[in-house]
C-alpha cells in the first residue's frame, strides 16, 4: 500500500470517529438536557406546593412580620452600618465620603455606634417585624392559618409533592 493510501484510509477513520463522538456527545448532550428540564419542572412543583401551604397554614400576621423584618435587612444591608464598621460601596460610605470627618455625637457617629454593636440589626429586624404584624392582623373568624389548623397539620413530604 502506498503512503497516500494509508494517509487516505487513517484521514478516513479519523473522520469516522469524529462522526461517531459528536454524534455520542451530541446524543449525551440530548438526555442531558432533558434531565435538567425535568428537574427544573421538579424544583418548580415544589416551589409552588410550598407557597401554596405557606399561604394556607401560616397566619398572615406571621406571614408579614417576615415579610418586614426581610424588608428591613435589606435595608440594613444598603445603609451599611455593620458591625465591622461602615461598609464599602453602601449609603453610609458614601454619606461618610461627603462629610469627611465624622464629629463625635452627631447623627453619623451615633449610627456607627449601634451599628458596631450589633444593635442597629436587632432592632431595624424587630421593627420590621412589628410593623408587618400590625399591618396584617389575620381574620381568625375564618379560621384560615389558625394557629390551631398549623397544629393539626403536619409537614409531610406527600403534602408538598403533587
Known amino acids: 500500500m502506498s503512503i497516500g493510501g494509508w494517509i487516505r484510509r487513517v484521514v478516513a477513520a479519523l473522520v469516522g470517529l469524529v462522526k461517531n463522538v459528536s454524534s455520542a456527545v451530541w446524543e449525551a448532550a440530548k438526555v442531558f438536557a432533558s434531565g435538567v428540564s425535568h ?58 465620603a461627603g462629610i469627611g470627618n465624622v464629629a463625635a455625637g ?24 412589628a410593623v408587618g404584624a400590625a399591618l396584617m392582623t389575620e381574620d381568625y373568624s375564618s379560621g384560615r392559618g389558625s ?9 409531610k413530604p406527600s403534602t408538598l409533592v403533587k
Open 106 to 129: 452627631s447623627g453619623f457617629a451615633f449610627m456607627q455606634s449601634i451599628g458596631a454593636t450589633g444593635l442597629l440589626l436587632k432592632v431595624m429586624l424587630a421593627f420590621g417585624a
Open 39 to 96: 428537574a427544573a419542572q421538579v424544583a418548580v412543583d415544589a416551589a409552588k406546593t410550598l407557597w401554596r401551604w405557606w399561604n394556607t397554614y401560616v397566619p398572615r400576621w406571621i406571614r408579614w412580620a417576615l415579610y418586614g423584618t426581610g424588608i428591613m435587612f435589606i435595608v440594613y444591608l444598603i445603609l451599611g452600618f455593620g458591625m465591622p464598621g461602615v461598609v464599602a460601596g453602601s449609603a453610609a460610605a458614601g454619606i461618610h
Open 147 to 155: 394557629l390551631d389548623q398549623i397544629k393539626r397539620v403536619a409537614i
